[in-house]
């Protein structure tokens, strides 16, 4: 069963997908593996907004997340979008990330691997 084929609305305005939703049928779903395989592809989404509210998605359930590493990433990949509402949401979502894991968790280490490309 594929979360986004039953639960993704079909999305023209950002007045039609909010966090809310996206971790609302998160959290409900029993396969967390494939729930975040799904919220994962919101992240590369057309539709800005789906990839806004993806990335805050990824920032209020990081503690949730089978592969925080992968979240991470999309995070980091997010604040280079075209779209300067996404790159702005990926930054709120890493600080928050931040302040939600324990200090072994934190994101700030894949960051610092990019910075050192």
Same mark, same amino acid.
């Given at each position: 069963?594929?979360?986004?084929e039953n639960n993704k &609305?079909?999305?023209? =305005?950002?007045?039609?997908?909010?966090?809310?939703?996206?971790?609302? %049928?998160?959290?409900? !779903?029993?396969?967390? +593996? /494939?729930?975040?395989?799904?919220?994962?592809?919101?992240?590369?989404?057309?539709? &800005? $907004?789906?990839? @806004? /509210?993806?990335?805050?998605?990824?920032? #209020?359930? *990081?503690? /949730? @997340? &089978?592969?925080? +590493? /992968?979240? *991470?990433?999309?995070? %980091?990949?997010?604040? =280079?979008?075209?779209?300067?509402? !996404?790159? =702005?949401?990926?930054? #709120?979502?890493?600080?928050?990330? $931040?302040?939600k894991l324990p200090d072994? +968790?934190?994101?700030?280490? *894949?960051?610092?691997?990019?910075?050192?490309?």
């Open positions: 069963m594929n979360f986004i &609305p079909d999305i023209n =305005t950002k007045d039609e997908v909010n966090t809310r939703d996206i971790l609302k %049928h998160f959290s409900s !779903v029993a396969d967390k +593996q /494939q729930a975040w395989n799904d919220l994962h592809k919101l992240t590369t989404d057309e539709n &800005p $907004y789906v990839r @806004l /509210q993806a990335a805050y998605a990824i920032g #209020y359930a *990081c503690s /949730q @997340l &089978p592969d925080k +590493q /992968q979240a *991470c990433d999309d995070l %980091h990949r997010l604040t =280079t979008d075209e779209n300067s509402e !996404v790159r =702005t949401g990926a930054y #709120y979502a890493l600080g928050y990330t $931040y302040s072994e +968790q934190k994101p700030w280490a *894949c960051l610092q691997d990019r910075a050192d490309e």
